[in-house]
């Protein structure tokens, strides 16, 4: 594995970049410069320069550590998500939902939310046939967990969570295969 040291586009190596061409300008001040008012201009500011970029990197730091590393400083990408505070988001879309749950709550959920002339509880009983009680009953407890179906008044209600991932999950495929 080659290093390039010359490469910076990292936040951190910035900041480095920025103490030494600053503290190397200080030097060449001191050693060139006569004792007079714009030379003491310029050793104040090579001095104050530096610290209030340390003050700003600390305060950077404290407050948004998250924003000094990008995804390419990680080995894992996940990590950098946990980084983030992006996981819970993604974890919870309807589409990595979709993908985690069995075959039963699968077809479940689409027989609540699906249109067209059979009604739902004709949907519901064909599913029964297909699959054990047990699977059902395991879907609609996966489907209720996730807010997707609701088991308030009967078992199969629909919820505005499931309306609006099954909306998503419609225009998905849609757009892919029109």
């Known amino acids: 594995m080659s290093i390039n040291p010359l490469k910076i586009d990292k936040p951190l190596q910035i900041i480095g ?25 310029f050793y104040i500011a090579f001095l104050v320069l530096p610290f209030f970029t340390i003050i700003g990197f600390f305060i950077i730091l404290y407050n948004k550590s998250n924003n000094l590393y990008g995804p390419a400083d990680f080995k894992d990408e996940n990590n950098y998500l946990k980084l983030q505070g992006k996981v819970k988001e993604i974890e919870n879309s ?10 039963s709550a699968r077809r479940l959920f689409l027989a609540v939310y699906r249109e067209n002339d059979k009604n739902k509880d004709e ?12 699977d059902i009953n395991n879907a609609l407890k ?7 179906v609701s088991t308030d ?10 309306k ?4 998503l999950l419609k225009q998905f495929v849609y757009g892919r295969l029109g």
């Open 142 to 148: 996966i489907l209720n967990e996730y807010n997707w």
């Open 123 to 134: 949907r519901i009983e064909d599913l029964k046939s297909q699959f054990s009680d047990q």
């Open 164 to 167: 609006d991932a099954h909306e």
């Open 94 to 103: 309807p589409f990595i939902i979709f993908s985690k749950i069995d075959e």
């Open 153 to 162: 008044e009967k078992p199969y209600n629909e919820t505005q969570e499931g």
């Open 17 to 41: 970049l920025m103490f030494l061409l600053s503290e190397t300008g200080f030097g060449f001040m001191a050693k060139l410069v006569e004792s007079d008012k714009l030379s003491n201009f």
